[in-house]
């Protein structure tokens, strides 16, 4: 079983190598996984994966790809040569570009004998609400609805898990299964700020609601001491682990 540290992605939501590195640095020995998003990918370019990797840190990259499948396919391609832990789709680009993009993490690992990156889809954003779901996108099911359709869709084309907010864990859990990896944001240590999150739960809850891993930025990336709110943050999910 993993480790509770093993669980703790950190999001480096900064523009330059220098501030990037400089959490890798730090952070390295206390948590599992840096996630690279568009921000900081935009700004520096696969490089940055290189020297992420170069000072042994595992990589979340979250683009999440969306697109036709061929171009999906083709991207986690790239993607995969990069030797990133895990990467992400949208899984409202539906089964065949999914499917795409795991048949591209498997030729390409095969290949080169890599480890296969974990293919991870990313459900409803927990910035959308059941007023937009519904008046903007169309959508008439509730949002847990929609999360678990959606992550039962991603299962079935070959995915390994999915990205929700911590408040569908459980429902995720109950129709993927105990295998089925759950990968959430929006979560606060009650001790941090809840900053632009609106829905959020502590690392305890959200591990003991059955989370995979948990994905944590400013409460540690913005910490006067962040190595400290790593610790304390890795502490509280072994609580949860016990749950
Ligand atoms: O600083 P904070 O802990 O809020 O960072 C959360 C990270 O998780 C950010 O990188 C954010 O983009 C990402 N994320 C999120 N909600 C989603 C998907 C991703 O907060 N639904």
Known sequence: MLSAKDRLIIALDVDTTEEALSLVEKLQDYVGVFK???QLYN???PEILKKIHSLGGKIFLDLKLHDIPNTVGQAASV???HGVFMYNVHTAGGSEMMKKARESADKVSGQNGSIRPLVIGVTVL???NQSILEN???VSRSVEEQVVSWARLAKESGLDGVVASPKEIRAIREACGEEFVIITPGVRPEWAAANDQKRVM???EAIA???SYLVVGRPIT???DPVDAAKRIVSEMEEGLKC
């Open 43 to 45: 700004s520096e370019g």
């Open 209 to 211: 609601s059955g989370a």
């Open 79 to 81: 993607l995969t040569r």
């Open 222 to 224: 913005a910490a006067a």
């Open 202 to 204: 502590t690392p305890r």
């Open 136 to 138: 903007e996108m169309g």
């Open 126 to 128: 927990t910035s959308i």
């Open 36 to 38: 690279v998003g568009m």
